[in-house]
C-alpha cells in the first residue's frame, strides 16, 4: 500500500523558515517525480515545487521561486521541503504527492503550516 | 499562466441521481486533465487523468470527458460517499505550471 506522510509543520513567525518532511513507503520512491501541492485554508490547491527522480530537476511555482527549495533522499524514501522567509500567504496544509505522470497519483494526509506573530 | 474555471461553485443533487460538474481551461490543454476528489479533512484522491481514464479502484460511474478547453465530470449515480469537493488539474505545459481550478462542492440535495 502507497504511504505519503508528512511531517515538520507548524506555528511559525513571518520571516521564519521551517522544514517539512514526507516519508514514503509502498512504492518504488526513487523511480517517481515528487511534488508538494498545498491549499490554504478554504482555498484551492495550488502545486508548489517538483523534483524529478534522481533529483536532477527542480521547479516551482513563481510565488514561491527563490524562498523555497526541494529535495530528496532515495536511500531514505523522503522528500523535504526547506522554507525560508515565510509570510502569511504561505499559511496553508502542505501535501506531498507522487506523479507516475503528470497528474497526481498518491497524496500524503498533509501538514498545517500557519505563518502568523 | 492557464487558469482553470469550475462550474457551478456548488452543486445540489440527490442520491441516485446523475451530477455533471464542468471545468474550463483559459487556454487549450489538449487532454492534460486531471479530476481529484477531496472530503472534508482529507487528502485529494486522484479520480480522472488524461480527461478521459479513470484511476485505479475508481469506481464506473465516475467518467469524464472532454479535450482543448472544455471538460466534464460525470458522476451517474450519485452515492452517498460521492458527496465532496471535486478538483480540476491542468498539466500541459513542461516546465510545470500545473493550475487547478477553485473547486466545486457537491452537496445533498
Known amino acids: 500500500e502507497v504511504q505519503l506522510v508528512e511531517s515538520g509543520g507548524g506555528l511559525i513567525q513571518p520571516g521564519g523558515s521551517l522544514r517539512l518532511s514526507c516519508a514514503a513507503s509502498?512504492?518504488?520512491?526513487?523511480?517517481?517525480?515528487m511534488n508538494w501541492v498545498r491549499q490554504a485554508p478554504g482555498q484551492g490547491l495550488q502545486w508548489v515545487a517538483y523534483?524529478?527522480?534522481?533529483?536532477?530537476?527542480?521547479y516551482y511555482a513563481d510565488s514561491v521561486k527563490g524562498r523555497f527549495t526541494i529535495s530528496r533522499d532515495n536511500a531514505k524514501s523522503s522528500l523535504y521541503l526547506q522554507m525560508n522567509s515565510l509570510t502569511a500567504e504561505d499559511t496553508a496544509v502542505y501535501y506531498c504527492?507522487?506523479?507516475?505522470?503528470?497528474?497526481?497519483?498518491?497524496w500524503g494526509q498533509g501538514t498545517l503550516v500557519t505563518v502568523s506573530s | 499562466e492557464i487558469v482553470m474555471t469550475q462550474s457551478p461553485a456548488t452543486l445540489s443533487v440527490s442520491p441516485g441521481e446523475r451530477a455533471t460538474l464542468s471545468c474550463r481551461a483559459s487556454q487549450n490543454v489538449r487532454y492534460n486533465l486531471a479530476w481529484y476528489q477531496q472530503k472534508p479533512g482529507q487528502a485529494p484522491r486522484l479520480l480522472i487523468y488524461?480527461?478521459?481514464t479513470r484511476a485505479t479502484g475508481i469506481p464506473a460511474r465516475f467518467s469524464g470527458s472532454g479535450s482543448g478547453t472544455e471538460f466534464t465530470l460525470t458522476i451517474s449515480s450519485l452515492q452517498s460517499e460521492d458527496f465532496a469537493v471535486y478538483h480540476c488539474q491542468q498539466y500541459n505545459n513542461w516546465p510545470p505550471e500545473y493550475t487547478f481550478g477553485q473547486g466545486t462542492k457537491l452537496e445533498i440535495k
Open positions: 509502498g512504492f518504488t520512491f526513487n523511480s517517481f517525480d
Open positions: 523534483i524529478s527522480p534522481g533529483a536532477s530537476t527542480v
Open positions: 504527492a507522487s506523479s507516475s505522470r503528470r497528474d497526481f497519483d498518491f
Open positions: 488524461g480527461a478521459s
